[in-house]
């Protein structure tokens, strides 16, 4: 299918993947994913964080590999020139020298790279008698805010734990991002708590588009994932939506939508930027 700009409306894919042990096998599985929902019409289609590994610390210095020359990289790359298609990776351990990140790679129709972002805040967490995780065990945080051009509208970046902190998104909706992409791996203590509550916070605080794919359950897991994945409109609606089980989500975005939030609530022209101001380190 052609990835036309035409309009301003996106036809928006999820893959909510059943991850496992195999790496070779999760990409296999998440390029089958990409050929059904690029059949189905989808223009952008997304993957979830570690789409192709378990998600553990243990797991990310075993399973990463360098970005872009790395089997899962190059798998994506020709899938997403092979469809025709605007691919947003998910994410997958990248391995820099001595130092491993959990990185997204945005591909174009073309297959050639179009954005790449490495998790800014890393998932430390101590819930007492429920869930304690320290993804800097073994992760570097990243940098840099990454805002990636389509036909249909600026793509801002981030990765799970990156949802909970307004800042990066306001940033990004600052440069002009009308869509933000965060896959993520919530678990059963967080997931149900505020997976669909910080999505739609984020959505209504910048008046945009914010989609978030999630691997699938799998009970058996060291990490249960939470599952899930969302699309929420600018309004805070919940546009789409599936449960924990391996699926895709489709929505069909309007960015016009948008603007019509943005006039009838004008916040973006009523922020107090003599009071405070968002700014790039």
Not at 56 to 63: A, C, E, S, V
Not at 209 to 237: I, K, L, M, N, Q
């Amino acid at each position: 299918m052609a990835a036309s700009g035409a309009g301003r409306g996106l036809k928006l894919a999820l893959i909510q993947l059943s991850v496992t042990s195999d790496k070779a096998g999760n990409v296999k599985r998440a390029c089958d994913f990409i050929s059904q929902a690029a059949k189905a019409g989808a223009q952008l289609i997304a993957l979830p964080e570690c789409f192709n590994c378990p998600y553990g610390t243990q797991y990310f210095p075993q399973y990463a590999e360098s970005v872009p020359s790395g089997e899962s990289c190059q798998a994506l790359a020709a899938a997403a020139k092979q469809h025709n298609v605007y691919l947003h990776g998910g994410s997958v351990p990248e391995r820099d020298g001595d130092k491993v990140y959990n990185t997204s790679v945005f591909y174009g129709p073309d297959g050639s790279i179009l954005g790449k972002y490495r998790k800014m805040h890393l998932f430390d967490i101590d819930i007492p008698g429920k869930m304690t995780f320290k993804e800097s065990e073994t992760l570097t945080p990243g940098d840099g805010v990454t805002i990636v051009d389509t036909p249909w509208c600026k793509v801002g970046l981030g990765i799970c734990y990156d949802l909970r902190f307004f800042e990066l998104a306001a940033l990004m909706a600052q440069k002009g991002a009308d869509l933000l992409l965060y896959p993520g791996a919530f678990n059963m203590t967080t997931g149900p708590k505020h997976w669909e509550l910080l999505q739609r916070g984020r959505a209504v605080d910048n008046q945009c588009f914010v989609a978030c794919a999630s691997p699938a359950r799998d009970t058996t897991a060291s990490y249960v994932a939470w599952g899930h994945s969302t699309v929420v409109d600018p309004w805070g609606e919940v546009l789409a939506k599936t449960d924990e089980t391996e699926s895709i989500v489709y929505a069909d975005l309007d960015f016009s939508s948008a603007s019509e939030v943005r006039t009838n609530i004008p916040t973006r022209q009523q922020k107090r930027t003599d009071v405070y101001k968002l700014t790039d380190a």
